[in-house]
């Protein structure tokens, strides 16, 4: 009986190290089974240094981890266990994988948020209310951002230069900046003829400073009260002596236009020609 007790003692002793050596092993790999889980898988066209295990952050804090890795000829998608069911990220939402450094290291996913927080939501990802358009919810596909380190840009920009090769890019680089340069000149060109023209006109803009002085000088002039009155006096004077002069032309026109007057004149021309014809006979 005794041996029984012992027996079931050591039996128990066993399987309670079994689970607690299990509990301890997902604790140090950073998983937990329990409610609190839940799932969600990004897309990515490169999963360059993504592996099972691989952290998963949020804000610099680990929140989770990669489960499996599974690709197609278009994609690979990675499954993510995220471990806290109080976790609420609101959309748009991106997983980038990231390193250390840019020279490379160890790869991790960072969850990045772009949402505008609403303090009054109360929900869960993880409940029957939970909504999609709002926030992450358990289940959801979200877009991938590729590893950006040195060796990805060197074979993006061999890339360029490659392409850029066959579509003789660089020649027409070089063409549009020949062309620039010759329009460059002319302009210069255009330039100097323009100062050249200026210097030119610069008597002529001289002289019209100092017309434009006599001008407002003139003008000056004739607001002065006295001149404006000796300029009305002088009127005057002229319409009097315009005056005078129609009223002689008029007497002029009545002595020419006297018949008698006419007549007394051939008669005193005819007396004065007959005297003359007597004295030099």
């Not at 190290?17 to 604790?27: D, E, H, I, K, P």
């Not at 009260?225 to 319409?239: A, C, G, H, R």
């Not at 008029?250 to 004065?272: C, F, H, P, S």
Request: proline share 2%; glycine share 8%.
């Amino acid at each position: 009986m005794r041996r029984s007790y012992r027996d079931a003692i050591v039996g128990f002793s066993l399987i309670g190290g079994v689970v607690l050596f299990s509990g301890l092993t997902f604790w140090l790999k950073g998983l937990k089974v329990s409610r609190e889980t839940w799932n969600i898988t990004a897309n990515f066209t490169d999963a360059t240094g993504l592996s099972n295990g691989t952290p998963v952050t949020f804000r610099g804090i680990q929140i989770g981890n990669v489960q499996t890795i599974t690709f197609t000829p278009k994609e690979v998608t990675a499954k993510i266990r995220i471990n806290r069911n109080d976790l609420v990220l609101f959309k748009p939402i991106t997983a980038k994988i990231e390193t250390n450094s840019l020279l490379g290291g160890d790869a991790q996913i960072s969850l990045n948020t772009q949402g505008e927080p609403i303090d009054s939501l109360q929900m869960r990802p993880t409940g029957k209310g939970c909504v999609q358009e709002l926030i992450l919810c358990e289940g959801d596909s979200i877009k991938g951002d590729d590893l950006s380190n040195m060796s990805k840009l060197a074979g993006d920009l061999n890339k360029f230069i490659n392409d850029a090769d066959k579509q003789e890019i660089i020649e027409k680089m070089v063409s549009s900046i020949e062309q620039f340069d010759s329009t460059q000149e002319n302009l210069d060109e255009l330039i100097r003829l323009s100062k050249l023209e200026l210097y030119k006109a610069m008597p002529i803009i001289r002289d019209l400073k100092k017309s434009v002085i006599h001008i407002n000088s003139i003008l000056g002039s004739i607001d002065d009260p006295e001149v404006l009155q000796d300029i009305k006096s002088s009127t005057s004077s002229v319409k009097s002596f315009t005056a005078k002069i129609d009223r002689i032309s008029d007497k002029l026109d009545e002595i020419v236009n006297d018949d008698d007057l006419r007549n007394a004149l051939k008669d005193a021309a005819i007396g004065v020609g007959k005297l003359f014809n007597d004295i030099y006979k």
